[in-house]
């Protein structure tokens, strides 16, 4: 069967408003796999950044698994390539606790997305995602995430956030939160929200000295921060913040 015939379409949602084009000879199937242990802790982060290592498309797919009473941290910011996407499948057991913050910035034709589905499939477990994105000329951030909760998952606490920010016109964000619930006594919360800056807020530090490009950059930071805040390093933090900030800065 030829390659093409085994590229989604964007006529499935996990790939609605991907660059599906850009997938050809990209190995669709390459998953890593996580495996967390029962009462252990895992963090991991991923960069996408201006680099000679960056390829046009970057596709990484991640399969994760909680065990009882563990935690999984997941940091990202997509900052580069013409295509970026972080695809994360996570299955949580009793009381495991599930951490995501991501980033995506960009312009251009570039295209970079989050795609999540989070499966509480024991009780008592918790996730928490958290996903900024910041685009500017025609570049598209894109998030879409699934939170499932099964019948036994009781007392289960999950919740999505995740706010745009267009810095010019022809830029786009996409959202599609998604909650199937089959548990009845359950927390669950989703949120999304696109928007521009504060003209307000630029006026107001404006008027007290600060040039519009520091305005402005210290309104992006501030917009993208909440994305790293449950991450503990700060040394790691600043890293990923100044990857995310220095791509802004370059563009506009």
């Known amino acids: 069967m030829p390659e093409a015939a085994t590229l989604p379409t964007r006529r499935e949602e996990a790939w609605r408003y991907s660059a599906v084009d850009r997938l050809q000879g990209v190995a669709l199937d390459d998953?890593?796999?996580?495996?967390?242990?029962?009462?252990?802790?895992?963090?991991?982060?991923?960069?996408?950044?201006?680099?000679?290592?960056?390829?046009?498309?970057?596709?990484?797919?991640?399969?994760v698994t909680v065990g009882e009473g563990a935690t999984c941290e997941l940091f990202a910011v997509l900052s580069s390539a013409e295509y970026a996407r972080l695809e994360i499948e996570v299955t949580l057991a009793r009381g495991a606790h599930f951490e995501l913050g991501g980033i995506t910035v960009g312009g251009r034709e570039t295209v970079r997305e989050f795609v999540t589905r989070v499966v509480h499939a024991s009780p008592q477990a918790t996730s928490n995602q958290v996903?900024?994105?910041?685009?500017?000329?025609?570049?598209?951030?894109?998030?879409l995430g699934n939170i499932d909760v099964l019948r036994d998952a009781q007392k289960t606490d999950a919740a999505q956030d995740f706010k745009g920010l267009l810095l010019e016109k022809g830029a786009s964000v996409n959202a599609v939160p998604q909650l199937e619930i089959f548990a009845d006594d359950v927390k669950c919360a989703h949120g999304a929200s696109i928007g521009q800056l504060d003209e307000t807020a630029r006026f107001y530090m404006a008027a007290?000295?600060?040039?519009?490009?520091?305005?402005?950059?210290?309104?992006?930071?501030a917009f993208l921060g909440d994305a790293l805040v449950a991450l503990d390093d700060d040394d790691l933090r600043d890293a990923m913040m100044q990857v995310a900030l220095d791509k802004v800065d370059r563009a506009l």
């Open 31 to 63: 998953w890593r796999v996580i495996d967390v242990p029962a009462g252990e802790s895992f963090r991991d982060t991923l960069v996408i950044a201006d680099g000679a290592a960056t390829k046009p498309t970057e596709l990484h797919r991640w399969r």
């Open 208 to 221: 007290r000295g600060l040039s519009p490009d520091l305005a402005r950059r210290l309104l992006v930071q």
């Open 131 to 143: 996903v900024r994105a910041v685009h500017w000329g025609h570049g598209t951030g894109n998030f």
